[in-house]
Nanobody, 125 residues
């Protein structure tokens, strides 16, 4: 498995931006697919974005497409989620995830076997 540590959450006004970071360790960075999910209390965790092992193919949930962007720094072994034009409905706990047994992503949380502790994002109106 992969160890993941998220950071970068916080409180922001609607229309603002935040960048989440996910520091990885335990397996060579780039040897597995990665993704971001989010969860609101009382609701199921939902897919936000995911990328394959090389980072050259990325998929986004319709709700965030055009506003969020994944990127990676191979030297720092860190993945990022840049979130722009934030809306109150983006408020959630955000989780970084790794699919350590595969190079390719899915949008199903059950396919990811390693998870970070989560970071809270709150968008005020």
């Amino acid at each position: 498995q992969v160890r993941l540590v998220e950071s970068g959450g916080g409180l922001v006004q609607a229309g603002g931006s935040l960048r989440l970071s996910c520091a990885t360790s335990g397996r060579p960075f780039g040897a597995y697919a990665m993704g971001w999910f989010r969860q609101v209390p009382g609701k199921e965790r939902e897919f936000v974005a995911a990328t394959n092992w090389s980072g050259d193919v990325t998929d986004y949930a319709d709700a965030v497409k055009g506003r969020f962007a994944m990127s990676r720094d191979n030297a720092k072994e860190t993945m990022y989620l840049e979130m722009n034009s934030l809306r109150p409905e983006d408020t959630a706990e955000y989780y970084c995830a790794a699919r350590s047994t595969s190079l390719y992503y899915t949008d199903n949380e059950r396919d990811f076997d390693s998870w970070g502790q989560g970071t809270q994002v709150t968008v005020s109106s």
